[in-house]
C-alpha cells in the first residue's frame, strides 16, 4: 500500500500562524502535524509515501530530509498549485496500479486507521475506494454524506447549509487498485482539480464508509487549531 500526502496548501485560514510555517508542519502538542502522520503510515506497513509541496516548500523538504522516514518519501514540488485532485492525476505513475490512501495532511486524526484499512478490505463487491468519515459538530463548514444501507455513499453535500446529516467526509481516502484507469483516466495531466468535487461525484455508488469513533479535527481555522492545543494540553497535563 502507498500513500500521499497533500501538503502543498497555502494555509490562509490558519494565518498569522502560517505567515512563516506551512501548515503540515504546524506544533500539535508541540510535534510538527506532519509527524504524526508519518509515524501513523509506518505503522500501518505503507511502503512509498508521496508529499505534494508549494508553500514553504523548503521547509517541508528539510523536515523530510531530517526525517527517519525519508527513504520511504517522494517529495513532488508544485511550481502552480494544481489541487489536490490534480496533484493526484499528475502523479497518477506513482500510485495507479497500488492501493493508495489519500490524506490532506492539515487534519488532525488520532485513529490508528487499521480499523479503517480492515473496513476497505470487507468493502462491498461495488465499491473501488473507501472514505473515512466522523461526526462534525459544524457539518455545515463540511463534505456532508449520505449512506444506503451497507455503508456506500450515495450521495455528497459540500458546504451546504442545513445539510441532512452530521456525517461528513475526513477527505481520507482508500483507493483500491486501478480507480485511476476505471474514473480518472480523462482528466487533464497538470491541470487544476479538486477531489471532493471532480472526483468524489465520479464515485458515489462506488465509494465505500468508515466512520472514526475517535478525534478528527481540520485545524485549519485558529479557533479549531486553539481548541484542539487547549484540549491536548489538558489530556496530557502532568498530574
Not at 502543498?8 to 485560514?13: H, K, N, Y
Not at 509541496?53 to 502552480?80: D, G, M
Request: charge should be neutral; aromatic fraction near 10%.
Amino acid at each position: 500500500m502507498k500513500a500521499i500526502l497533500l501538503a502543498a496548501g497555502l494555509g490562509t485560514r490558519l494565518k498569522p500562524l502560517t505567515n512563516t510555517i506551512p501548515k503540515c508542519l504546524v506544533p500539535i502538542n508541540g510535534k510538527p502535524l506532519l509527524a504524526y502522520w508519518l509515524e501513523k503510515l509506518d505503522k500501518l506497513g505503507v511502503s512509498d509515501i508521496l508529499i505534494n509541496v508549494h508553500y514553504f516548500a523548503e521547509q517541508v523538504e528539510e523536515f523530510v530530509l531530517k526525517s527517519e522516514y525519508r527513504n520511504k518519501i517522494t517529495i513532488v514540488r508544485e511550481t502552480k498549485l494544481l489541487g489536490t485532485g490534480g496533484t493526484l492525476i499528475s502523479n497518477k505513475e506513482f500510485w495507479h496500479s497500488s492501493p493508495t490512501m489519500v490524506i490532506h495532511a492539515d487534519n488532525y486524526c488520532e485513529d490508528n486507521l487499521t480499523n479503517f484499512v480492515e473496513a476497505h478490505s470487507k468493502r462491498p463487491k461495488k465499491c473501488d475506494a473507501t472514505l473515512l468519515l466522523f461526526e462534525s459538530a459544524t457539518p455545515s463548514s463540511c463534505g456532508i454524506v449520505e449512506l444506503d444501507s451497507d455503508g456506500t455513499i450515495q450521495r455528497f453535500h459540500e458546504k451546504v447549509c442545513n445539510p441532512p446529516s452530521n456525517l461528513a467526509s475526513g477527505a481520507l481516502f482508500l483507493f483500491s487498485e486501478g480507480v485511476y484507469e476505471k474514473y480518472f483516466s480523462h482528466f487533464k495531466q497538470k491541470s487544476f482539480y479538486e477531489i471532493s468535487l471532480d472526483m468524489v461525484p465520479l464515485l458515489l455508488g462506488s465509494l465505500y464508509s468508515y466512520k472514526t469513533p475517535l478525534r478528527y479535527i481540520d485545524i485549519g481555522t485558529p479557533q479549531a487549531y486553539n481548541k484542539l492545543q487547549t484540549e491536548l494540553l489538558a489530556i496530557h497535563k502532568p498530574a
